[in-house]
């Protein structure tokens, strides 16, 4: 079955702390990995996708095909950075495949 | 273009009443999304679009569900006999299909809520 887990609803840490949102998935084949973001009263945006290899906004993700999980990683948080995350994947249809999405809050 | 565009962006109704939604994409997308996103929940795919023909469908689209795409351009997403579980987030996503995956660009949604 074709499965995205976030095991975190919510993702509390003090601004310049490092954050480290977690995701997992299952899927029979080589899927696209994504990160979205959704800031406060904003609609869902790419983040970032794994074959890009990008590191947008100070985030960066790393796929483990071993371990089957697509970590979001920042060093230091900016209370900026408080939105909702979601990981999502793609397989050869294009449909996305979403998890439940975990809130981040950088405090001050 | 200012991206993709839904309307309406709130809609109350009845419980049993029809509504109809529509989704603008960007203007040179081929492909079109259509996910439903209820409280705590991430968005799940409902069905999509290459140009006018309906290539997918979810499970999760009952015979009471029905989208349409004319001409490939805009899509409509229409629920009959409207019930209290089809309140949700109804979100439309555009792409442009390549060689690679697409990348999904979202509307704002149109929030249903069904008394």
């Known amino acids: 079955a074709q499965r995205v887990t976030q095991p975190e609803k919510l993702l509390s840490v003090f601004k310049g702390a490092p954050v480290e949102l977690k995701c997992n998935y299952s899927?029979?084949?080589?899927?696209?990995l994504f990160w979205y973001v959704q800031y406060s009263r904003q609609r869902l945006q790419l983040l970032l996708r794994?074959?890009s290899r990008e590191s947008i906004k100070g985030f960066t993700a790393d796929l483990n095909k071993g371990e089957t999980s697509f970590h979001l990683k920042k060093p230091f948080a900016q209370e900026e950075d408080s939105a909702m995350y979601y990981c999502?994947?793609?397989?050869?249809?294009?449909?996305?495949?979403f998890g439940q999405g975990t809130t981040l809050q950088v405090k001050p | 273009d200012t991206g993709v565009s839904q309307n309406p962006r709130h809609k109350i109704t009845k419980r049993g009443q029809n509504v109809t939604f529509r989704c603008d994409p960007i203007?040179?997308?081929?492909?079109l999304y259509w996910y439903r996103q209820t409280l705590g929940q991430g968005p799940e795919f409902l069905t999509y679009?290459?140009?006018?023909?309906?290539?997918?469908k979810s499970r999760l689209l009952s015979d009471r569900f029905s989208a349409e795409r004319p001409k490939g351009s805009f899509s409509t997403l229409e629920i009959q006999r409207t019930e209290q579980g089809d309140s949700a987030m109804y979100l439309c996503?555009?792409?442009?299909?390549?060689?690679?995956?697409?990348?999904?660009?979202f509307g704002p949604g149109t929030r249903l809520t069904v008394l």
């Open positions: 996503a555009s792409s442009l299909s390549g060689l690679a995956i697409d990348t999904q660009y």
């Open positions: 999502a994947l793609s397989g050869n249809t294009g449909k996305l495949i």
């Open positions: 679009f290459q140009n006018e023909a309906q290539l997918e």
């Open positions: 899927y029979s084949g080589s899927p696209e």
């Open positions: 794994h074959i």
């Open positions: 203007s040179e997308h081929n492909r």
